[in-house]
């Protein structure tokens, strides 16, 4: 009989064993492995190729392997130490690569022992193993992949392409798009709120940039975030690049002078401190939720984890965020932790960022877009 031969993608070579383990189960033998290349919204993945061999064959080639080696004898005693290579030595950087890769691979293996049989208990079908081993490979969370593939087989049964499509149908559903943040019609005010250190700054001055090249409208900035040092001379400097006002607020009677003042601006973008309490949560939304008709962006990396993601969805539930905004997505060990957050939110996702340059690496996307970017493009 030929053997199942099959290849998978992740991240990282962890999550790519994980995926063969899931699959394939404990016996997988690997073929080979590669590095591809990430497209826009994705970095480099490991791509594996392993093989399954049938039942009966098993046996026949553990006979072919060949005995193991009798026991060495003590060794001799140590002869004189030779000299030492020149320390840019092609052979000696070739032993030290291949003995990190060896480590490399050992630490893989031992962290995915775990995963595998976590994958094997579940005791899904083979579409559904395969459509869990890839959700779970691009960094989605365990239980949620479960969820989605469990749901996926009562629409697509057995099939494996039937129940991938559904799989991709039921993260359209759970991926909604909207309007770019920078294409608006009337005025409008929008506060970015969020951990410190996701790029809450950084993303409304791409968000201001897009603004004031694609609809010339009339943008200026307000800061609150008078915690973080240097917070609001970061924005005053992205605001004199552009050359756009930037006001700071630092309570509620401010707060509404100086938007009082930016009445005739057509985008006003509120950056705000990160805080790590609820109780600092709930005293941010009584201020940020003063202002008339202002939509609140809550901004999230990526990039974290999804215990991470989870504590900051019940951090900024008082807020009750009206958007989601997604930032270094070229940090993420996996996509699969936007639909992580996106679920937990619940909200519509505005944009997503990619890198540091403004403002090219700010992106509003579809649905299809996003479900690809979970997903990937390519069918099982």
């Given at each position: 009989?030929?053997?199942?031969?099959?290849t998978f993608r992740a991240p990282?070579?962890?999550?790519?064993?994980?995926?063969?383990?899931?699959?394939?189960?404990?016996?997988?033998?690997?073929?080979?492995?590669?590095?591809?290349?990430?497209?826009?919204?994705?970095?480099?993945?490991?791509?594996?190729?392993?093989?399954?061999?049938?039942?009966?064959?098993?046996?026949?080639?553990?006979?072919?392997?060949?005995?193991?080696?009798?026991?060495?004898?003590?060794?001799?005693?140590?002869?004189?130490?030779?000299?030492?290579?020149?320390?840019?030595?092609?052979?000696?950087?070739?032993?030290?690569?291949?003995?990190?890769?060896?480590?490399?691979?050992?630490?893989?293996?031992?962290?995915?022992?775990?995963?595998?049989?976590?994958?094997?208990?579940?005791?899904?079908?083979?579409?559904?193993?395969?459509?869990?081993?890839?959700?779970?490979?691009?960094?989605?969370?365990?239980?949620?992949?479960?969820?989605?593939?469990?749901?996926?087989?009562?629409?697509?049964?057995?099939?494996?392409?039937?129940?991938?499509?559904?799989v991709k149908d039921l993260l359209?559903?759970?991926?909604?798009?909207?309007?770019?943040?920078?294409?608006?019609?009337?005025?409008?005010?929008?506060?970015?709120?969020?951990?410190?250190?996701?790029?809450?700054?950084?993303?409304?001055?791409?968000?201001?940039?897009?603004?004031?090249?694609?609809?010339?409208?009339?943008?200026?900035?307000?800061?609150?975030?008078?915690?973080?040092?240097?917070?609001?001379?970061?924005?005053?400097?992205?605001?004199?690049?552009?050359?756009?006002?930037?006001?700071?607020?630092?309570?509620?009677?401010?707060?509404?002078?100086?938007?009082?003042?930016?009445?005739?601006?057509?985008?006003?973008?509120?950056?705000?401190?990160?805080?790590?309490?609820?109780?600092?949560?709930?005293?941010?939304?009584?201020?940020?939720?003063?202002?008339?008709?202002?939509?609140?962006?809550?901004?999230?990396?990526?990039?974290?984890?999804?215990?991470?993601?989870?504590?900051?969805?019940?951090?900024?539930?008082?807020?009750?965020?009206?958007?989601?905004?997604?930032?270094?997505?070229?940090?993420?060990?996996?996509?699969?932790?936007?639909?992580?957050a996106a679920v937990r939110v619940?909200?519509?996702?505005?944009?997503?960022?990619?890198?540091?340059?403004?403002?090219?690496?700010?992106?509003?996307?579809?649905?299809?877009?996003?479900?690809?970017?979970?997903?990937?493009?390519?069918?099982?």
């Open positions: 009989m030929t053997p199942t031969v099959r990282d070579p962890t999550s790519a064993l994980a995926a063969v383990k899931a699959a394939l189960g404990p016996e997988a033998v690997i073929l080979a492995t590669r590095t591809v290349d990430g497209g826009l919204f994705r970095r480099a993945e490991v791509e594996i190729t392993a093989a399954l061999e049938p039942a009966g064959a098993a046996p026949a080639a553990r006979a072919r392997r060949p005995a193991a080696a009798p026991p060495r004898p003590p060794p001799l005693p140590a002869a004189p130490a030779a000299p030492a290579r020149p320390p840019d030595d092609p052979l000696q950087d070739e032993l030290r690569r291949l003995r990190r890769s060896v480590e490399e691979t050992r630490r893989a293996l031992a962290a995915v022992t775990l995963e595998a049989r976590a994958g094997r208990e579940l005791q899904l079908p083979p579409a559904g193993a395969d459509a869990y081993a890839r959700l779970v490979g691009r960094g989605m969370e365990p239980a949620l992949a479960e969820g989605l593939v469990r749901s996926a087989l009562e629409l697509g049964g057995a099939d494996p392409g039937r129940a991938w499509r559904a359209g559903e759970r991926l909604v798009p909207c309007r770019a943040p920078w294409l608006h019609d009337g005025r409008r005010v929008i506060a970015a709120v969020g951990p410190t250190g996701v790029g809450k700054t950084t993303t409304l001055a791409k968000v201001a940039a897009r603004a004031l090249l694609e609809t010339r409208k009339r943008v200026a900035f307000v800061t609150v975030d008078t915690y973080r040092l240097g917070g609001a001379e970061q924005l005053a400097r992205y605001a004199g690049i552009m050359e756009v006002p930037v006001l700071v607020a630092r309570d509620r009677g401010e707060l509404g002078r100086a938007l009082e003042r930016l009445s005739d601006v057509d985008l006003v973008l509120l950056d705000t401190a990160g805080h790590a309490s609820v109780e600092d949560v709930e005293r941010q939304a009584a201020l940020v939720r003063s202002v008339p008709r202002v939509q609140l962006h809550l901004t999230v990396s990526a990039a974290a984890g999804a215990l991470e993601l989870a504590a900051v969805a019940d951090r900024y539930r008082a807020l009750a965020p009206d958007r989601l905004v997604l930032t270094k997505l070229d940090e993420a060990a996996g996509p699969g932790s936007v639909l992580s619940c909200r519509p996702i505005a944009c997503v960022t990619n890198g540091q340059r403004v403002p090219e690496d700010v992106h509003a996307l579809g649905g299809g877009e996003l479900v690809d970017l979970v997903a990937g493009e390519d069918a099982p």
